[in-house]
């Protein structure tokens, strides 16, 4: 059964840091991420990694999140610097991974609040 669990997330106070993994189960595990959502918005792109390693961010979080991935552990890291409000959020991680066929898989999501 393919499973994303994921790890982190919490309280902090703006202008502080944060550190979330993601690990998948399955055969074999392509582009991962993490994806957020706030009460009343659509959920928004965060951060992708590419199994080669190729990233995306979403302006907003561009010079103070960075994502890492250990393809050997499939598992993902996404660490949270100079957080702000407007970080608070569930934040969701994302995986394609091949199971019999491709297919797109989704954790249970983790928050994160930002607030003094």
């Known amino acids: 059964q393919v499973q994303l669990m994921e790890s982190g997330g919490g309280l902090v106070q703006p202008g502080g840091s944060l550190a979330l993994s993601c690990t998948a189960s399955?055969?074999?595990?392509?582009?991962m991420g993490w994806y957020r959502r706030t009460p009343g918005k659509e959920r928004e792109l965060v951060a992708t990694i590419s199994a080669g390693g190729r990233t995306v961010y979403a302006d907003s979080v561009k010079g103070r999140f960075s994502i890492s991935r250990d393809n050997g552990k499939k598992t993902i890291y996404l660490q949270m610097d100079s957080l702000e409000p407007e970080d608070t959020a569930v934040y969701y991680c994302y995986a394609r991974i091949y199971d019999q066929v491709w297919s797109d898989y989704w954790g249970q999501g983790t928050q994160v609040s930002v607030s003094s």
């Open positions: 399955g055969s074999f595990v392509n582009d």
